[in-house]
């Protein structure tokens, strides 16, 4: 159970970190109205389409390093919208800053995601030092 | 005043289709907590930011068309969010399938746009008719 939006979020970030599918999946609400659009990717709605998404991802054998920071927050009763920056560092090539919209809903007395919604960011409108804001 | 976050959506589209600033600022929330992302491009924050990039792309002058269907909804009793294609036609080249996260706001009795955040789906994983579901 997470008390805020910002424990589920640390949770979220903790298990890319680690490619935990089980600890992922524990951050979303068990339900089929959650949605997640990885970059550049289709929209894909519901807990089987989302955790096939993240087994792929996470077994493809690429260790893909990821800060997340500089977070906006527009928080509700019930829902929080959080507008952020993710700066994906691949074993091989040039890092990437994405940004991200992740929304979570309070149910059952803890806070849940939602939705994630990542987009790549042109080079011409990244941020100049996008590491200070990042943790 | 948009009774319903619906409403608000078709008229975010039908000032798009105008090229009409005003109409398109009078569907945001009058809020320096508005957030906009256009397609690869960085977080906009505030009405003075988010007015002035719309101010330049509809005064680019070139006429982009643009349908907007297949929503997914989340409807909260202060928020909701609606997740969406958009299906972008330019005067030339190729048409550009997004998809777009809209998130909508009662406040003062009526529903406001909050968040939109679009960005591009690369061709391999887009619908095969997008067409059909779009209007």
């Not at 159970?1 to 970190?17: I, K, V």
């Not at 509700?76 to 691949?90: F, S």
């Not at 991200?100 to 960011?121: E, I, K, Y």
């Given at each position: 159970m997470f008390a805020t939006p910002e424990e589920a979020e640390e949770a979220y970030y903790d298990a890319f970190r680690r490619r935990d599918v089980?600890?992922?999946?524990?951050v979303w609400l068990d339900d089929d109205s959650i949605v997640c659009i990885h970059p550049m990717g289709e929209r894909l709605r519901g807990v089987?389409?989302?955790?096939?998404s993240w087994r792929q991802i996470f077994g493809s054998?690429?260790?893909l390093g990821i800060r997340h920071g500089d977070v906006w927050r527009n928080q509700g009763p019930l829902l929080a919208v959080h507008v952020a920056h993710e700066y994906l560092t691949p074993?091989?090539?040039?890092?990437?800053l994405v940004a991200v919209t992740n929304v979570f809903?309070?149910?059952?007395?803890?806070?849940?995601?939602?939705?994630?919604?990542?987009?790549?960011?042109?080079?011409?409108s990244a941020p100049s030092s996008p590491g200070g804001a990042l943790h």
């Amino acid at each position: 159970m997470f008390a805020t939006p910002e424990e589920a979020e640390e949770a979220y970030y903790d298990a890319f970190r680690r490619r935990d599918v089980d600890a992922m999946m524990s951050v979303w609400l068990d339900d089929d109205s959650i949605v997640c659009i990885h970059p550049m990717g289709e929209r894909l709605r519901g807990v089987h389409a989302i955790r096939a998404s993240w087994r792929q991802i996470f077994g493809s054998g690429h260790a893909l390093g990821i800060r997340h920071g500089d977070v906006w927050r527009n928080q509700g009763p019930l829902l929080a919208v959080h507008v952020a920056h993710e700066y994906l560092t691949p074993p091989q090539g040039e890092a990437a800053l994405v940004a991200v919209t992740n929304v979570f809903q309070l149910a059952d007395g803890g806070w849940r995601m939602l939705l994630h919604h990542a987009s790549p960011m042109d080079a011409g409108s990244a941020p100049s030092s996008p590491g200070g804001a990042l943790h």
